[in-house]
């Protein structure tokens, strides 16, 4: 008997180590060197003609951040693609790898990040596969809220984030398949009411955690 519990103890110390207790949580992303930087490529609608400009730099006045700065303006020029529905967007997406990331145990993203007292949207693309062409990715956006002119680390539950075609809000409720990421982005919130001029958007880090198991 004695040696039927050892046993049964031993392999249940075996099943934990080849399967261990997954981490409270997990540093995605740091923006403290070039090479950080480097993971992220920004867009905006000047690449169709038209008018709004974004980059993200190494800060010069908070070391080892970075800050995600532009113009947004809803102008277009003579020469603007027929592609270009509409003016006034910016954003940076992560560069496209043939990496998946596993996500599946954690449930709430945390960003470190300096607002201007916009609204930016963070995203999160996945292989699923669930609308549009066959080709592309499923998109989940959820708007993210900084406060003006204080480093705040704001949490985002992924729940919170809801597919998206186009820019457009899917009605029926789809399920994030968070064991197939693909890629993460911010943007600028567009729409009527966003104002036109400079933002800057300071970034420090993006993490995700389980909030369920973590000690606060």
């Known amino acids: 008997m004695a040696f039927a519990r050892l046993l049964r103890s031993t392999q249940r110390y075996l099943e934990r180590v080849r399967e261990p207790i997954p981490t409270f949580e997990q540093r995605l ?3 403290s060197t070039p090479a950080s930087l480097a993971r992220w490529a920004t867009f905006s609608d ?8 974004a980059s ?6 908070h070391p080892g951040t970075a800050v995600f700065q532009g113009t947004f303006s809803r102008e277009t020029g003579a020469d603007a693609d027929e592609r270009l529905k509409r003016s006034g967007f910016v954003g940076m997406n992560t560069r496209d790898t043939q990496d998946r990331l ?3 145990q954690y449930d709430t993203m945390v960003l470190r990040v300096l607002g201007d007292g916009r609204r930016y949207i963070a995203s999160i693309r996945t292989e699923n ?5 066959a080709s592309s990715h499923d998109v989940y956006q959820a708007f993210l809220f ?12 992924l729940a919170r ?8 809000l899917v009605e029926t409720h789809v399920q994030m398949n968070r064991s197939r990421i693909v890629s993460f982005g911010l943007a600028l919130a567009g729409g009527d009411y966003q104002q036109e001029g400079p933002y800057s958007l300071g970034l420090d880090w993006i993490k995700v955690i389980d909030s369920r198991r973590l000690d606060r």
Request: aromatic fraction near 14%; charge should be negative; charged fraction near 30%.
């Open 29 to 31: 992303f740091d923006f």
């Open 46 to 53: 000047r690449e169709l003609g038209g008018r709004s400009t």
């Open 56 to 61: 993200l730099i190494a800060s010069t006045s």
């Open 102 to 104: 596993d996500l599946d």
């Open 129 to 133: 596969w669930i609308i549009g062409e």
């Open 146 to 157: 900084a406060r003006e002119g204080e480093w705040t680390e704001v949490e985002i539950p």
């Open 161 to 168: 984030f809801l597919l998206t075609y186009k820019g457009r």
